[in-house]
C-alpha cells in the first residue's frame, strides 16, 4: 500500500512538472523554453507509463536440474521470466529470497577439518542478478548454489524490482514461486575393520558373508513393494488371484541394530550431530550390501525405529527420517536407551553411534551388555586428542567387552573411514 501510494505521488509530480514546463513555454516563447519541454515529454509520458505498468502480470517459474542430490553437492537453477506487454525496461533486478535452512554450508569431508571443528556451519545467501529486458517478452538465466546442507529446501519467494531511466519512480514486487529439492546426508566411504556372520545352527562365527539362497524357494506369500520381480511365484498368483512371491531361507540369521542418539546433551555443535546422521547413513547402505537383517533406531523424546530387512519402503522412511532429522534440545539418552532396551533384546549386534558419555550412559550400556551378545560404541567428539575424563567413563565399557571406537573430526575427514564391526 505505502509503494502504491508513493508512486501515485511521484506520477503526479511528473505530470506536474509536465504542467509546469508547457506553461512556461506558452508565456516564456522561445526556442529553449519549447525546447525543454518537448526535451522531457517523451521522458514524461515514459514515466507516467512506466507508473501503470502493471508487474502482477509477470509469470516467473524455475526448474531445478537435479532436485535431489548429497549433502556438499551443488544445484543449478533456471530461471524463466514471461510478460505479456513487451514494454521497454532498461533494466530490472531479480533477488532469490532464500529460506533459512539454506542458512547453513556443507562442504563434505572438508567440515571436519580443523578451520571449520567449532562452527556451527552457517553462512549467508543472498542472489540479486541484475538483467536488461528492453523489449524482451522472455528471458532466461541460470545460478548455483554450493555446498549445500542436509534437508528438504523450499524455495518460495522471488522478488523483482525495476525503475525508469532516471529512478525516479521505482517499482517491486514479491512473487511466490515454489520449488522444493531434497539434500540427503552424505555418505562416507567405510572400511569394516571386522566383519563376521552367524549361522542359525551352531551359531559359529565366519568371515565368509553368506547371502539369501533364492535357488530353493521355501514358501510364498503376498506381494510387497520392493520385492523383486524375478521372486513373483506366477503359479501360485494364477491360483489365488493376487500377486504371491516366492520366500527364501536365509543361510545366516545375524541382526543388527543401529542406535543413534538425537539429543543435544548439552553439546551445542551441529557439524558433530551432521557427523552421527552422515555415519549413521553410510554404516546402514555399508551393511545393507552384506545382506544382514538390520534395523535403525533413533532414540529421542519420541523413538523411531525402522527394520529395514527386504523392505525398500521402510529403507525409504528412514532415509526420510535422516533427510529430515532435527536435534532435539530437552531431554537425556541413557534413560530412554534404557527404556527402550528393556522391550528389545531380538539383535545379535547393536551399534552406538552417541556424541556425549556420562555415568549414566556407562551404566544402561552394561545393562544392555548382559542381554545382548555384541554391543559397539562409537562415539564421535570435536576435539583433536580425547580428554582424560571420558577416557576414563570408556575404559568400564571396554573391560566388559564393549567395542568402544573414537571418531575424531580428523579421522572423519579421512577417506575411507575405518569403523568396527563386532
Not at 519541454?37 to 507508473?51: D, V
Not at 530387512?309 to 534413560?335: I, V, W
Request: net charge neutral; aromatic share 12%.
Amino acid at each position: 500500500m505505502k509503494e502504491n501510494l508513493r508512486i501515485i505521488l511521484r506520477s503526479l509530480g511528473v505530470l506536474a512538472l509536465i504542467v509546469i514546463l508547457f506553461c512556461y513555454a506558452m508565456f516564456q516563447g522561445g526556442f529553449v523554453s519549447w525546447f525543454l519541454f518537448y526535451g522531457y515529454l517523451p521522458i514524461g509520458i515514459y514515466q507516467l507509463l512506466f507508473a501503470s505498468y502493471p508487474l502482477r502480470t509477470w509469470q516467473i517459474y524455475r526448474e531445478i536440474e537435479n532436485p535431489v542430490c548429497q549433502a556438499g553437492d551443488e544445484i543449478t537453477v533456471k530461471v524463466h521470466l514471461r510478460r505479456k506487454l513487451p514494454f521497454p525496461l532498461l533494466y530490472c533486478t531479480f533477488e532469490e529470497k532464500f529460506p533459512q535452512s539454506l542458512m547453513k554450508e556443507d562442504t563434505k569431508k572438508a567440515k571436519y577439518l580443523s578451520s571449520q571443528a567449532s562452527g556451527q556451519m552457517t553462512v549467508s545467501r543472498r542472489l540479486i542478478r541484475m538483467l536488461f529486458p528492453l523489449f524482451r517478452r522472455h528471458f532466461t538465466f541460470s545460478y548455483s548454489i554450493q555446498s549445500l546442507p542436509r534437508g528438504e529446501h523450499v524455495l518460495d519467494k522471488v522478488t523483482i524490482q525495476t525503475g525508469d531511466i532516471f529512478g525516479f519512480i521505482k517499482k517491486s514486487r514479491d512473487f511466490q514461486v515454489e520449488n522444493t529439492f531434497a539434500v540427503y546426508p552424505y555418505e562416507h566411504e567405510l572400511r569394516l575393520v571386522s566383519d563376521m556372520a552367524s549361522y542359525e545352527q551352531g551359531g559359529v562365527m565366519s568371515n565368509q558373508l553368506q547371502h539369501m539362497n533364492t535357488t530353493v524357494a521355501s514358501g510364498a506369500r503376498e506381494y510387497a513393494p520392493g520385492d523383486r520381480f524375478a521372486w513373483i511365484d506366477w503359479k501360485q498368483t494364477a491360483r489365488k488371484q493376487t500377486m504371491m512371491t516366492k520366500e527364501f531361507d536365509r543361510e545366516k540369521s545375524m541382526d543388527i541394530l543401529l542406535v543413534h542418539d538425537n539429543f543435544m546433551n548439552g553439546k551445542k555443535n551441529q557439524l558433530i550431530y551432521e557427523a552421527t546422521i552422515e555415519i549413521s547413513l553410510s554404516l546402514i547402505a555399508k551393511i545393507a550390501k552384506k545382506d544382514y537383517q538390520t534395523s535403525f533406531l533413533s532414540i529421542g523424546e519420541r523413538p523411531h525405529l525402522f527394520e529395514l530387512d527386504q523392505s525398500e519402503h521402510q529403507m525409504e522412511r528412514m532415509k526420510h527420517y535422516l533427510l529430515t532429522a532435527n536435534q532435539e534440545k530437552e531431554g537425556s539418552f541413557s534413560p530412554r536407551f534404557r527404556e527402550e532396551m528393556a522391550h528389545f533384546n531380538q539383535a545379535d549386534i547393536i551399534f552406538l553411534i552417541v556424541t556425549s558419555i556420562d555415568p549414566q550412559f556407562v551404566q544402561a550400556v552394561q545393562e544392555a551388555r548382559q542381554r545382548m551378545k555384541h554391543l559397539s560404541i562409537i562415539y564421535i567428539y570435536p576435539e583433536k586428542v580425547l580428554p582424560e575424563a571420558e577416557k576414563h567413563l570408556l575404559e568400564p565399557l571396554r573391560f566388559s567387552g564393549i567395542a568402544v571406537q573414537e571418531l575424531s573430526m580428523d579421522q572423519l575427514a579421512a577417506d575411507p573411514v575405518e569403523v568396527i564391526f563386532k
